[in-house]
């Protein structure tokens, strides 16, 4: 007997394909979905949508469930690229896979999805659900090195009802171990990267199509003295090391040991285009203890206590971090952390944790 109707959203990779697989064994009458969301260049190497296709079709013949290819272009392209370029020309750093999600795989697509019938829909998404007390919570995935609750934080009630994610308890390795059992030829399948939709690709001169560069000073923090030029602040995000060409300039005051310290961007001025930068990774201009988040998003559909100790991530590749809510309400939301966090990076989501609960977050401002 049916468990009902999921849509299931397929992207060609090993994990959307053993989701909707497992499905289909619990007994849900499973559609598959693929989405079609970024068509500026898709026929440039970067773009993988006509593979990713192929390889959904194959798929979905293979475990006998029907696919619908479904155009969400337009509201990608105004619902999350637009917000990724104004973040960027605004100087910060933003993570368009949040955005991705909350307004893409989990609003434009849940709301299709319904219109279609569906009970439920489902992505392979390595992350958890359950209600408890009245209330839907999501959670990490049972494997951490997978866990992907940071970029869900922004989930709400309705779309927590109505989402199942089938590898919330499974293994990466046993995802690829069940494909290859059941005969998916996408079991050994590389991991998608890159910018949510659109792939992975020379960032600098994907972004100078839409952002052009301007030339400007980069400046040393400690005594503003011009180090060398940059081409853009949008192209640089607080904490990079890499493309800054001013590598083995000695820094004033340590004589002998400094010359060879590696130089990061600790700094954007707006106003005067001026990129600052310091010399050492451990330089206290890259270490703080506190930040203060916006764009608030509760999982609860309200705010955390305040001056609890909980856990929080300031990116998504660090382990939590002890820290407390000192002060919350409607717009802002203001941590400190138990120790001193590295490169803090406006634009990036600070996401909150108790235990394996998902809370919520914000941008970090």
């Known amino acids: 007997m049916s468990k009902g109707t999921v849509v299931v959203g397929l992207s060609g990779g090993v994990d959307s394909s053993v989701a909707a697989l497992l499905l289909k064994q619990q007994g849900w009458n499973v559609i598959g979905l693929f989405m079609k969301n970024w068509e500026d260049d898709d026929t440039e190497e970067y773009c993988s949508t006509r593979q990713d296709l192929i390889d ?69 998404h390595y992350a958890g659900v359950r209600e408890f007390d009245g209330k839907f919570q999501l959670l990490k995935a049972e494997d951490g090195t997978k866990d992907q609750s940071y970029f869900l934080y922004r989930l709400n009630q309705a779309q927590l009802s109505k989402t199942l994610f089938p590898l919330s308890d499974i293994y990466k390795r046993e995802v690829r171990k069940i494909a290859e059992a059941e005969g998916l030829h996408v079991a050994a399948k590389k991991d998608s990267t890159g910018i949510c939709f659109i792939g992975e690709r020379p960032f600098k001169e994907f972004l100078s199509r839409y952002l052009p560069p301007k030339k400007g000073e980069i400046r040393r923090l400690d005594d503003d003295v011009v180090m060398g030029e940059h081409d853009g602040l949008m192209y640089h995000t607080i904490g990079q090391r890499k493309g800054l060409h001013i590598g083995g300039i ?13 130089w990061f961007v600790a700094g954007k001025d707006m106003a005067r285009n001026v990129l600052y930068v310091v010399q050492g990774h451990d330089h206290p201009a890259l270490l703080r203890d506190d930040l203060l988040a916006e764009q608030l998003s509760w999982v609860a559909g309200e705010a955390p206590h305040a001056h609890w100790v909980y856990t929080a991530k300031p990116r998504y590749r660090t382990a939590d971090q002890p820290c407390q809510i000192e002060r919350v309400d409607g717009e802002t939301c203001e941590l400190r952390f138990a120790e001193p966090q590295w490169a803090l990076t406006p634009g990036q989501s600070v996401v909150v944790y108790e235990s394996r609960v998902c809370l919520g977050g914000g941008i970090i401002r």
């Open 250 to 262: 000695k820094e004033k005051g340590k004589p002998g040991g400094g010359d060879h310290d590696a």
């Open 56 to 124: 959904v079709m194959s798929v979905a013949d293979r475990i006998g469930i029907d696919v619908e290819v479904v155009n969400f272009a337009a509201e990608y392209r105004e619902r999350v690229f637009a917000e990724f370029l104004k973040e960027y020309q605004a100087g910060r750093t933003p993570n368009p896979d949040i955005l991705c999600n909350s307004e893409i795989k989990f609003k434009a697509f849940l709301d299709h999805a319904l219109r279609m019938g569906a009970d439920k829909i489902a992505t392979g």
